[in-house]
C-alpha cells in the first residue's frame, strides 16, 4: 500500500490533464506559482491559528489542507516526495531525526 502523500501527489499530478472548470486543482496549477504560493501560505497560517486558540481539530483540518497546497506546489514545481525525503534523510544525518538545518 502506498503512502497518502504519494497517492495525493499522483491525483494532483493527473488533474493537471483535467478541465479548470471541473477540477479545482487543474486550475490552481494553471493559476500558477503565486497563486499556489499564496495558498500554501494561507493554510499554513490558519494551523497556526488554529494553534494559537488550542483547536485540536482545526489544526487537523487545516493541516490536511496545508499539505494538499504543498503538494500541489511540488507538482507546479516539479519536486517528487521522494526529493523531500533525501533531504529529510539528509538532515537527519548531519542533525539527528528531529534537526533542522542552520540558516545561513
Known amino acids: 500500500m502506498t503512502h497518502p502523500i504519494d497517492r495525493l501527489y499522483r491525483g494532483i499530478h493527473l488533474a493537471r490533464a483535467e478541465s479548470p472548470g471541473e ?3 487543474a486550475q ?3 493559476d500558477g506559482n503565486p497563486k499556489i504560493a499564496k495558498k500554501v501560505v494561507e493554510e499554513a497560517a490558519e494551523v497556526a491559528l488554529d494553534a494559537v486558540v488550542s483547536d485540536r481539530d482545526g489544526v487537523i483540518r487545516e493541516s490536511a ?4 497546497n504543498l503538494m500541489v506546489l511540488w507538482v ?3 519536486i517528487t516526495p ?3 525525503w533525501a ?7 548531519a542533525l539527528g531525526l528531529a534537526g533542522k ?3 545561513s
Open 87 to 93: 533531504e529529510m534523510e539528509q538532515r537527519e544525518k
Open 28 to 30: 490552481l496549477l494553471r
Open 76 to 78: 507546479w514545481m516539479g
Open 65 to 68: 489542507d496545508l499539505l494538499y
Open 23 to 25: 477540477s479545482r486543482t
Open 82 to 84: 521522494s526529493e523531500v
Open 101 to 103: 538545518m542552520p540558516k
